[in-house]
C-alpha cells in the first residue's frame, strides 16, 4: 500500500501539492494528467528522488519519507527504460539482485522465472540495443519486479512506442497484473490508458490532484470542466439555471435550448453555469426518437469527419455547437449530408453541470 499525505515539493519550476494519494495493496493506480502537471515530479518524490519541504509518504504502514531511495522497497520503471547497454539482458535483470548481495544461484532462478512470465527468455543473451520498444518495456519491468518490491511505479511506460506495439503491451500489462497482482503506480497522459489499466485513477492539474476515484467515478462522474476535457472532450453549452428540484436542473442556454440534468448539489434560479455532454452519450436520428432521454434538440448538420471506426457529426444550430459520435453504419442509414436536419437526443443522467466561477 502507498499513501502520501499533505505532500509539498518543489522541483525546478514544479510545485507539486497533494493533500492524498492511496493506491492500495494489489490496486493498479494510474496518475493522469497533462504534460506539465507534475506528474513524474510526484512519483519521483515517492522513489526518493526528491525531498518534500512538507508531507509524509508511508509504503506498508512504514514512514519512508526519509529513507534513500534503495531502501524504500520500491522499482521504479522510467520513461526511456534506462537499461544499461554494456550488460546483456540477463546482466540488467539480475542487477538488482546482486547489488542486494543475493546468492548467484538465486539470481539465475529468479531472472529465468521472471523471464518465463514475461516472454523474453529467448532475449536474456541480447544486447539491449538490439531490442524493440516493446522487448526493451518487458525487460524493464523484468527488472523492476525480479527483486519483488512492495510497489512499482511506471513513468509513461508506453508514451514511446508506436501505437501498434502499445496496444500489445498495454493488453501485456493488464494481463501480467491479473496474474501477478503487485502493486502499481502508473503516470500517464492517456484516458484510455488510465480506464482500462486503472483500478483508482487520480487526475493531476496544475500540480495537485484534482479528483480520484474508480475509473467509472472518475470517467463517468466528472466533477470539473478540467476533469472533464481530460477525459474526454465534451460538448460545453453555457446558460443559466432556469430550475433545480429534486436533483434535477434545467439550463436555459443561447439560441432557445433547454438542457435537463441530473445535479444533486443545489443550484440557484440564475446562476451561470457551463453543462456537458460526451460525443459518445448523444444519439443522433433523422426524427425525434421515443425514449426516456429528457434531452431533443434540433440542429442542421455542419460537417461529418473520420474517427476510425467511428463518424464524428458536428451539428449547429446558431452559434451552438454539439458534436456526436456514431458508427459508420448509422452514418450510412441516415444518409447526412452538410445542412440535414437531424435532432440530437441524450439522457439528463449524460449532462454534467459546473457553475461558472465568478
Sequence with gaps: MIEVRGLHVKAGDFDVRVEELRVGEGEYGIIMGPSGAGKTVLLETIMGFWRPLEGRIVVDGVDVTDLPPERRGLSFVPQDYALWPHMTVFENIAYGLRARHVPEGEVRRRVLEVS???????????????????????????????????????????????????????????????????????????????????????????????????????????????????????????????????????????????????????????????????????VVSKTPQRGSARNVLELHVASVEDRGPLKLVKARRGRMELRALITRGAYRELGLTVGSRVYMQFKASAVRVVPLKA
Excluded: C, Y
Design 116 to 282: 518465463e512470465v514475461m516472454g523474453i527468455g529467448h532475449l536474456l543473451e541480447r544486447d539491449p540495443r538490439t531490442l524493440s520498444g516493446g522487448e526493451m518495456q518487458r525487460v524493464a519491468l523484468a527488472r523492476a519486479l525480479v527483486v519483488e518490491p512492495k510497489a512499482v511505479l511506471l513513468d509513461e511506460p508506453l508514451s514511446s512506442l508506436d501505437a501498434r506495439t502499445r496496444e500489445s503491451v498495454k493488453g501485456f500489462l493488464k494481463e501480467l497484473h491479473r496474474r501477478l497482482r503487485f502493486t502499481a503506480l502508473h503516470v500517464t497522459h492517456d484516458p484510455i490508458e488510465a480506464a482500462e489499466l486503472g483500478d483508482r485513477v487520480a487526475v493531476m492539474v496544475g500540480g495537485r490532484i484534482i479528483q480520484a476515484g474508480t475509473p467509472s467515478e472518475v470517467f463517468g462522474s466528472p466533477e470539473s470542466l478540467e476533469v472533464a476535457w481530460l477525459t474526454g472532450r465534451p460538448n460545453v453549452i453555457e446558460g443559466t439555471v432556469s430550475e433545480w428540484r429534486d436533483g434535477v436542473a434545467v439550463v436555459r442556454a443561447s439560441q432557445g435550448v433547454k438542457v435537463v440534468a441530473v445535479h444533486r448539489r443545489p443550484l440557484r434560479q440564475g446562476e451561470r453555469v457551463l453543462a456537458f455532454v460526451m460525443p459518445e452519450d448523444i
